[in-house]
């Protein structure tokens, strides 16, 4: 038999909402996607909340727990203190459908802006063998899961709406270091785009995005300081770029 504790859970949609408080059982070694699960089953039946794996492997749980954004399934109750109210409120930078889910499109849209891996024409199926040290450089952006606790924690399009047109966002600069990163990937220069349709000088390096990263990827130090440090190195090197491409095939 578990304690009793207490949650604060918005509910609503669209037009509006609110907060709305509750005890609920809380057990050894329990995350708070549990908590939420047994409120469904218990007192809120029609409860709203993304999930699927439960595992902090598909990235759909994102929410944001006391003001944190976070994967409901990988924050442990253990982290809180005894008596601590937690308290779960949906992602604030994108539109609520309804209590803790939320419409991420724009990511989805953000995606579709970014151009795909494309290798030079010819090249087909078993005709190029990576390098492992290749393979290795980008392995780090690869564990992304998707969960978009970054774009929802970067001020340049939480507090400004206005910035998501241009502004594509830490996860989408990640795929664009991965990309710049991959010896085949030579239709596009991904520095050169990442600053003229990504946006990518709205980012001031203020480190949120990795700081709440569930995969721990150095976001801005791996990709978005040599990314930036690179478009300014070209500036007066535009061989650079397309040297480095075709002698490390
Ligand atoms: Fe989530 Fe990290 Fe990927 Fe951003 S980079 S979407 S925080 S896993
Ligand atoms: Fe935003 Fe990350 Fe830059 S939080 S401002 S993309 S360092
Ligand atoms: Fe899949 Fe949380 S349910 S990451």
Same mark, same amino acid.
């Given at each position: 038999m578990g304690t009793k504790r207490h949650f604060r859970v918005w509910r609503g949609d669209s037009s509006g909402g609110e907060i709305q408080d509750f005890d609920v059982e809380v057990n050894e070694g329990e995350v708070v996607l549990d908590i939420i699960h047994r409120l469904q089953a218990?007192?809120?039946?029609?409860l709203a909340c993304r999930w699927n794996c439960?595992?902090?492997?598909?990235?759909?749980?994102?929410m944001e727990i006391n003001g944190m954004p976070r994967l409901g399934c990988m924050?442990?109750?253990?982290?809180?203190?005894?008596?601590e109210t937690v308290t779960i409120t949906p992602l604030r930078t994108f539109p609520v459908i309804r209590d803790l889910v939320t419409d991420v499109s724009y990511n989805y849209e953000k995606a579709r802006e970014t151009p795909a891996f494309a290798p030079p024409?010819? &090249?087909?199926?078993?005709d190029y063998r990576m390098q492992q040290v290749d393979v290795e450089r980008s392995q780090e952006f690869r564990k992304?899961?998707?969960?978009y606790l970054c774009q929802n924690t970067c001020? &340049?399009?939480?507090?400004?709406?206005?910035?998501k047109n241009a502004f594509s966002g830490p996860r989408f600069f990640i795929r664009a270091a991965e990309l710049d990163m991959h010896?085949?990937?030579?239709?596009?220069?991904r520095k050169e785009y990442a600053k003229e349709?990504?946006?990518?000088?709205?980012?001031?390096?203020?480190k949120c995005c990795t700081e709440v990263c569930p995969e721990h990827i150095k976001i801005t130090d791996n990709a978005i300081i040599p990314m930036k440090e690179r478009v300014v190195d070209r500036r007066y090197d535009p061989l650079v770029w397309l040297g480095r491409k075709i002698f490390r095939r």
């Open positions: 218990t007192q809120t039946p029609d439960k595992a902090g492997k598909c990235g759909s749980c994102s924050t442990r109750m253990s982290t809180f203190e005894e008596n024409p010819g &090249v087909k199926p078993g992304c899961i998707e969960c001020h &340049v399009i939480r507090d400004h709406e206005d910035n010896p085949l990937d030579a239709k596009t220069d349709h990504q946006g990518l000088g709205y980012c001031n390096i203020t």
